[in-house]
């Protein structure tokens, strides 16, 4: 299991194109992938469930993921997230 706290930067935060973007990457994984944001976990693979997270510039979310691609999905992940979903 992996555990990468990450803070979003892009200035519109988890809005519909970078949801859509985050639960398409998720997807490609067989790992379990968890976003949790102020104690709230969602499962990464649900683009209701991203949406519903209401991550704004600045806020800080922690992905969890456990699987056998557990590696690739968080570096595939952190870098889509640190790269501030190609919006910048």
């Known amino acids: 299991m992996i555990i990468r706290e990450l803070i979003i ?20 994984f067989d790992a379990e992938i968890t976003i949790v944001k102020q104690g709230k976990e969602i499962n990464a693979k ?10 704004e510039c600045g806020s800080t979310i922690k992905f969890v993921v456990k699987g056998v691609d ?13 790269n501030k979903f190609n919006e910048d």
Not at 46 to 55: R, Y
């Open 9 to 28: 930067q892009n200035k519109l935060g988890i809005h519909a194109r970078p949801a859509s973007l985050l639960v398409q990457m998720a997807n490609k």
């Open 46 to 55: 649900s683009i209701l469930g991203v949406m519903m997270l209401a991550a």
């Open 70 to 82: 557990e590696m690739v999905a968080i570096s595939e992940l952190e870098s889509l997230v640190n």
